[in-house]
């Protein structure tokens, strides 16, 4: 049934069918396959796209040095902020990747409402301060009594993001429309949010909750959330701790911490420059990809996405395996509680899978230290899929997790 929905909606949506074909067939044994050349080398992640003409090639590496680059306090680092550089949490694989680095956010429930506690400094904490600066010591934030809810989230990889962030928005429409219309029970959500950048209403596809719907507002929300630095897009500093008077405090630098925003555009190049990860089919995986359609995975962590039409060939239409929708999906449980930008509080994105052979600890706080366990946390929306995989026989579960490991 799975595999038939996915066939369908891959066709209907993009015309591209091909990896999906080359799956096998539901309900028969998979006939034998011909021989195979080897597969490509694996291109090191943490690399620019190889199709970058020199120009673009030239703000890659721009933004390369902007990503790694350390901050002092004298550039605007904190009062308060989780760590001093952006590579030093987006790490494992190559520069760009994701890491077991987890933030917190926290909240309560007043009334029925999700209530972020931005007096005492919510939604997300800043772990760190700057330390004595004249009478003042900045410490970093810490979880105050008063919040019911906590949550984790680790730090996600950014490798391929350019191709999410050429998906033209009413792609991701059409999409949850059609899983409406063929699936409701697992439909997915388009979450609209307001792009500080372009100043445009968009669809959020980026971060847990789709908060964000361009690599420059991330980035904007990045430096001011993670590091404290502020720019003329996001010029307002966080409140240690919720204190807003104490920003107050002579000696720390004069807001914008950047003159520019050019060092937001720096970074969103250097991300939307970056090579995806690359999958390593063999034989020995095709059986689990055919599991991972046929069990209704695919429904969701759509294997095959598209760009639109782009003046750049390195975006221009380019066919891309990141297995999400980018959607939000009501996950029940899994859910982690944080309502933000529109997604609600059991609702997450649903988590690319491309590059998970980088991935060592799973789902969105980490939990899960293996693919099994993090396959049967699913719940809500996705818990349908979760307990086909549980009632699949070992040798079959074995398979899909083999497959997974080759993405
Ligand atoms: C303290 C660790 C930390 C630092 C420093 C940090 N990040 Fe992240 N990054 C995270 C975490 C955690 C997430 C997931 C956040 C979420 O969705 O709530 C994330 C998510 C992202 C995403 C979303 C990726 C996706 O899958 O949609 C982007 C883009 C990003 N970071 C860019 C940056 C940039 C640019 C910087 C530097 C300005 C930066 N990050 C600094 C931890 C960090
Ligand atoms: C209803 C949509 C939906 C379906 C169906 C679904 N997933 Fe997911 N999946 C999600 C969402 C949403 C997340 C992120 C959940 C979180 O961490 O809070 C996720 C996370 C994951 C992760 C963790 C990835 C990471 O980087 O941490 C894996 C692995 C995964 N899914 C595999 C599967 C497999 C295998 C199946 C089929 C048995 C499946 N999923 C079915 C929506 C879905």
Redesign the pocket.
Known sequence: MSRKLLTVSCCALFVVCLTVQSHGQAGRPPAPQPPQPPPPPLGRLGTPLPTLNKAELARFNAGLSV?NEVHDVAAGLGPVF??N??A???TDGGIGGGSP???T?FGRVVDGQFDAMTEFGGSLIQVKGIGKLGTTTFVGEVVPKQATIVAQ??????FG?GF?DNIPDTIFHQIADHQMLVNPTIAGRVNVVFDTVSGQQRVG?????C??AT?HS??GD??LN??GITTPLFPAENCPQGNCALLNTRGLPPEPNEPDNNDLFA?ADF?AFLAPPQARPNQQTAAGATIFAQIGCADCHLPILQTGPNTSAAFNQVVFTPYSDFLLHDMGTLGDGIVQSGAGAREMRTA?LWGLSQVTRYLHDGRATNLPDAITAHDGQGRAAAKRFSGLAKPQRDQLVLFLNSL
């Open positions: 990503f989780n760590d550089a952006c030093a949490c987006h680095r987890l933030v956010r989230r680790r730090t996600t990889p950014l993001l999410v596809r980026f971060g847990w909750k908060q964000q690599l991330f980035a990045a430096y993670e590091m970074l991300m690319p």
